[in-house]
């Protein structure tokens, strides 16, 4: 009976044994979960989002598709960091234009209600194909892409007149603090604008404020006056009429008019106006 009973005692000993060796093992893995839980937490505002981007390699370019966008980089262009910073500004980047500007992304000219940025090497100039939602960027490396400059061409897809399609590119991509690009590379545009008063540009100054739609220039120092001017007379308007009255008149098909009916002044009294304030 006794040689039974130890041998019970012993048999309990050892099951009790295990079980709290078991029991301490589960508890500090459960620590240790929870404790890696909480570093993921607490680590997630400080990873870098390149971490968390989606890259996919896809024909030749790394894709990588953000809330607003899909950026499509020309393979071995950029490095994680690079598409992350370009990732983060270009989701926050339509975001604000959209606000500012008070229009939305047409879904109907996008795909999946996305701007379709193609950011390449090389030294070619920047555009947007509106009509199909789609920008091409060049000087990514340097971070100097007007991607802002773009988005705006793609949102604010209806205009008429040349100058106000430039000059709202030219002046949000600044106000919205888009990477410094063409055509002033963050230097203040009426400061830039000074220089083109000077009678040497008065062919590109009629231009500005003009109903005209303009399909090419005679020099790239003719078109860096022009959309220099525009921007700074785009400016010089949204500050004094404010930006739903600069939208009225940058989508009308006569903005000559429609500035005229609207303030009871004429372009060419408010363009005076302009000048007059950069030349004080
Ligand atoms: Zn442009």
Redesign the pocket.
């Known amino acids: 009976m006794l040689k039974k009973a130890t041998r019970l005692y012993f048999f309990i000993a050892i099951i009790v044994a295990i079980s709290a060796v078991t029991f301490w093992r589960i508890s500090v893995n459960m620590s240790a979960n929870k404790a890696n839980s909480l570093n993921a937490v607490q680590s997630n505002e400080k990873v870098p989002k390149a971490e968390q981007l989606n890259l996919e390699e896809e024909n030749g370019y790394i894709k990588c598709t953000i809330q607003r966008a899909v950026l499509w980089v020309e393979k071995d262009y950029l490095n994680d960091d690079e598409i992350k910073e370009m990732a983060d500004r270009i989701d926050k980047g339509i975001n604000k234009a959209e606000e500012y500007i008070g229009i939305k992304l047409d879904e109907q000219y996008t795909i999946d209600n996305k701007i379709h940025y193609y950011i390449k090497d090389g030294n070619f100039r920047s555009?947007?194909e509106a009509e199909k939602g789609i920008a091409h960027l060049s000087h990514a490396k340097d971070k100097l892409s007007p991607y802002i400059?773009?988005a705006i061409?793609i949102i604010a897809k209806d205009w008429y007149a040349t100058w106000l399609?430039?000059g709202l590119?030219v002046h949000l991509n600044d106000r919205l603090e888009g990477w410094p690009s063409y055509p002033n590379f963050g230097t203040d545009v009426d400061e830039l604008s000074r220089n083109y008063i000077n009678g040497e540009f008065d062919n590109i100054l009629k231009l500005v404020g003009d109903n005209t739609f303009i399909s090419g220039f005679g020099s790239e120092k003719e078109r860096m006056a022009f959309y220099i001017l525009s921007g700074s007379f785009v400016r010089f308007l949204d500050n004094n009429l404010g930006t739903d009255q600069l939208m009225k008149i940058y989508a009308a098909e006569d903005p000559i008019a429609e500035i005229q009916s609207a303030t009871g002044k004429s372009m060419e009294e408010w363009k005076k106006m302009w000048i007059d304030g950069l030349l004080k």
């Open positions: 555009y947007a400059h773009e061409h399609h430039e590119a």
